[in-house]
């Protein structure tokens, strides 16, 4: 089927220009269209309106429409983007579609990038190694925690290694050491609290705080829930 580039583009900036009822309602059919083709040129076309900063929410669109492409149609191509990409939230974001596809190509870029001077770069690869890594990273995400300067980020190391848990790549005893020792030398309040839910999580036992994960908030004293902590486990 021939594409018509310049229609398509008239189409983006039509969108562009309505409320957003009018582009959630318009976009169906421009992504009907955008997923008419898993080609080079669409994908590149497809690509290069994700770079626009037009308009987030319609960004955000055409990042969860490129998402719904096949694995082994898109896998290359974003990991040339992600390689060649000198936009950096471009690129972090290219290294989170590429995790929440599954492509098990990112994963070794995600370890090596996860001391990137980049924060969101470093951001994702805990995100992206949570979601496609083994027990075998532990070790790393865990230099994350002792050694990672942005308190967020020391708390995004606990988490990727819950999603560990979660998908059975790493055990409750496995985790525990790495995440007592950090619980234990850990001062700041937003990292506390999110090695502290993993904590329960994985015990499966509350010590005071309360993790509404779709609001992203995590309620409680995190200093009296990490003296519980350690009263109750006392590990070495």
Request: charged share 35%.
């Amino acid at each position: 089927m021939k594409i018509d580039w310049s229609e398509l583009t008239e189409e983006y900036n039509n969108l562009l220009s309505l409320d957003r009822a009018g582009q959630i309602e318009a976009y169906y059919d421009f992504e009907e269209k955008l997923l008419s083709s898993n080609q080079g040129e669409m994908l590149q076309f497809h690509y290069n309106l994700m770079k626009k900063a037009d308009n987030l929410k319609l960004n955000n669109d055409l990042r969860g429409t490129f998402m719904d492409r096949p694995l082994e149609d898109v896998e290359d191509f974003l990991l040339n983007r992600y390689l060649n990409e000198d936009d950096m939230k471009m690129k972090a974001d290219v290294m989170q579609i590429l995790g929440t596809l599954g492509a098990s190509k990112i994963l070794p870029y995600a370890k090596a990038d996860i001391n990137s001077d980049i924060k969101d770069i470093r951001y994702r690869c805990n995100i992206v190694i949570g979601w496609l890594g083994g027990k075998s990273d532990l070790a790393l995400l865990n230099e994350r925690l002792e050694s990672e300067p942005d308190d967020e980020l020391r708390g995004y190391a606990a988490t990727a290694m819950r999603q560990l848990w979660y998908r059975e790549q790493a055990t409750t005893e496995d985790i525990l050491p790495y995440l007592y020792r950090a619980l234990v030398k850990e001062e700041k309040e937003k990292p506390l609290k999110m090695i502290i839910v993993v904590i329960q999580d994985l015990l499966n036992r509350k010590f005071g705080l309360q993790e509404r994960i779709n609001e992203g908030t995590i309620t409680g004293d995190p200093t009296e829930a990490k003296k519980k902590i350690i009263k109750a486990l006392d590990l070495k």
